[in-house]
């Protein structure tokens, strides 16, 4: 069984920055793509960031365009560990955050398509 264990979130001032980070456990990760997706108070669970997780994929990305020039998403594959680097961050931003991974190496922006969840991490921007 997999489990994603998200880390990392916390209460930032806007323009600040938070590293959240996602350990993957329970099989070898070698053709998956893990996602981020976030959810605000009273909204749907929107898509953030995703990249490959396989040997031939170099670690391809995909991002919201909300996020693009501020966020990175990066991998450890040692560490079996999936990263995403907020940085300009905004009060918009405010959400719990989860991580995701997909059984398929084929990009997916919604969460229904994904497999496994996290149990999140909230990040506070305050303005």
């Known amino acids: 069984q997999v489990q994603l264990v998200e880390s990392g979130g916390g209460l930032v001032q806007a323009g600040g920055s938070l590293r959240l980070s996602c350990i993957a456990s329970?099989?070898?990760?070698?053709?998956?793509?893990m996602g981020w997706f976030r959810q605000a108070p009273g909204k749907e669970r929107e898509f953030v960031a995703a990249?490959?997780?396989?040997?031939?994929?170099?670690?391809?990305?995909y991002y919201e365009d909300f996020v693009k020039g501020r966020f990175a998403i990066s991998r450890d594959n040692a560490k079996n560990t999936v990263y995403l680097q907020m940085n300009s961050l905004k009060p918009e931003d405010t959400a719990v955050y989860y991580c995701?991974?997909?059984?398929?190496?084929?990009?997916?922006?919604?969460?229904?398509?994904?497999?496994?969840w996290g149990q999140g991490t909230q990040v506070t921007v305050s303005s």
């Open positions: 329970g099989r070898t990760f070698s053709r998956y793509v």
């Open positions: 995701a991974a997909r059984g398929q190496l084929t990009l997916a922006t919604i969460a229904s398509e994904y497999d496994y």
């Open positions: 990249i490959w997780w396989s040997t031939w994929t170099a670690g391809r990305t």
